[in-house]
């Protein structure tokens, strides 16, 4: 089945810093791979998407990049806020809708 | 803005108890998913389910777990006979995929199995 790899677990910037996290996945099946925050106790929010025949999507200060050869992807946070502040998991998704998701990264901006 | 919607927010049973957990899709989505979520793991897939079968189910969903669409709108999640590891975060999502892969998540349902 598939496997998704994310690193770091733990990241710490400073505000006005960006914020890279770096996923890997190991099925060519996956065609969507969504990017999703998470804050204490709530529900994961969709931040930003991309699909398996885009490189690169941007969203004001978000953006996500696909290598589909290299089988990874990455999230960019520019100009960091303490808002941002939360649990960011990369999914890699089927056609059928299976998502697998990362084990998280722990996003901390230090004001 | 549509949202989807999951009662109860939190549930408490007892091991060996069956407890059924609801979910009310967007009206015009087509494609429903369950997923746990262990405080402070990451978030599991469960099921897909469309056209009233499962699509894709993982490891986890085992004989123990099933879904169903009872009508229109209602899509529930049954775990027959509770576990302590089953205690987790249930979340419910709903897709439409004709243009777009995303999901939208519910709340969640806390469910704690003593």
């Known amino acids: 089945g598939e496997n998704v790899e994310q690193h770091p677990s733990t990241l710490s910037v400073q505000e006005g810093d960006s914020a890279v996290i770096k996923c890997t996945y190991s099925d060519s099946a996956s065609n969507y791979f969504p990017w999703y925050k998470q804050e204490l106790g709530k529900r994961p929010q969709l931040i930003i998407d991309?699909?398996?025949?885009?490189g690169e999507k941007k969203d004001q200060r978000i953006a996500v990049t696909l290598n589909k050869t290299a089988k990874h992807f990455s999230l960019h946070i520019t100009e960091t806020q303490p808002e941002d502040s939360a649990v960011y998991f990369c999914?890699?998704?089927?056609?059928?809708?299976?998502?697998?998701f990362g084990d998280g990264t722990t996003l901390t901006v230090k004001p | 803005e549509p949202e989807v919607t999951q009662t109860p927010s939190h549930q408490v049973t007892q091991m060996g108890q069956e407890v059924i957990l609801r979910c009310v899709p967007i009206s015009n989505h087509l494609y429903f998913y369950w997923y746990r979520q262990i405080l402070g793991q990451k978030v599991e897939f469960l099921v897909s389910?469309?056209?009233?079968?499962?699509?894709?189910k993982s490891e986890i969903f085992d004989d123990q777990f099933s879904v169903e669409r009872p009508d229109g709108s209602n899509f529930t999640l049954k775990i027959r006979s509770t576990k302590l590891e089953d205690s987790a975060m249930y979340f419910c999502?709903?897709?439409?995929?004709?243009?777009?892969?995303?999901?939208?998540f519910g709340p969640g349902t806390r469910l704690t199995v003593t």
């Open positions: 999502a709903s897709s439409n995929p004709r243009g777009s892969y995303e999901q939208y």
């Open positions: 389910f469309y056209n009233n079968e499962i699509s894709e």
């Open positions: 999914a890699a998704s089927t056609q059928a809708g299976k998502s697998t």
């Open positions: 991309i699909r398996s025949n885009v």
